[in-house]
């Protein structure tokens, strides 16, 4: 069974880079036919799609986060990160990690989720 | 890119019908048919409830289905459970190779 597992500081000063892991087991991270992809929800909120990367280096991100966040793949150790830079408040949320299925471009599998609170 | 619109809420009794909306534009919704919807109980992290716009996975009961004409897609749930009180979201593919969600919609059973 495919499971994901978010794992972050927790708290984070405003201007600061949150750094954020996903360890993956039951896939590989490394499969042809999957992207990942990672996924915000603010307290309270609905839920914004954060960017996607694929194994080979190809990614795509939400415009909208201006060029602050980077996915990266880390094969030896299967897992997915997300690096967000120059947080501010309105960074505070839940970050899921999920899988993304290549052909039909759903998330599969999810993670549980990792609270970042942005606060000094 | 804006999100795409779906009803704050819709509520029913159990065994009765709900149908959630999910507006976009021809850059999403309307441009392809990578729809999917998603299941969010309080506390917890969504679950794929359709894909493709129709498609159930395995473990996903026959009583959700989705459909889709133009712009519009839409989820419905045919004899309502108790279990079926969550938020529900849409998702599309875009155009620009990004995904965006709905607003999300919570369901009520009444």
């Known amino acids: 069974q495919v499971h994901l597992q978010e794992s972050g500081p927790g708290l984070v000063k405003p201007s600061e880079t949150v750094s954020l892991t996903c360890a993956v087991s039951?896939?590989?991270?490394?499969?042809?036919?999957?992207?990942w992809t990672w996924v915000r929800q603010a307290p309270g909120k609905g839920l914004e799609w954060i960017g996607e990367?694929?194994?080979?280096?190809?990614?795509h991100y939400n415009p909208s986060l201006m060029g602050r966040a980077t996915i990266s793949v880390d094969k030896s150790k299967n897992q997915i990160s997300l690096t967000l830079r120059s947080v501010t408040a309105a960074d505070t949320a839940v970050y899921y990690c999920?899988?993304?299925?290549?052909?039909?471009?759903?998330?599969?599998?999810w993670g549980q989720g990792t609270l970042v609170t942005v606060s000094s | 890119q804006s999100a795409l619109t779906q009803p704050p809420s819709v509520s029913g009794s159990p065994g009765q019908s709900v149908t959630i909306s999910c507006t976009g534009t021809s850059s999403d919704v309307g441009s392809d048919n990578r729809v999917s919807w998603y299941q969010q109980p309080p506390g917890t992290a969504p679950r794929l409830m359709i894909y493709e716009v129709t498609n159930r996975p395995s473990g996903v009961p026959d009583r959700f289905s989705g459909s889709k004409s133009g712009n519009t897609a839409s989820l419905t749930i045919s004899g309502l459970q108790a279990e079926d009180e969550a938020d529900y979201y849409c998702s599309s593919y875009t155009s620009s190779s990004t995904y965006v969600f709905g607003t999300g919609t919570t369901v009520t059973v009444l």
């Open positions: 990367r694929y194994h080979t280096g190809l990614s």
């Open positions: 039951g896939a590989s991270v490394t499969n042809n036919l999957h992207w």
């Open positions: 999920a899988r993304v299925e290549g052909p039909t471009s759903d998330f599969d599998y």
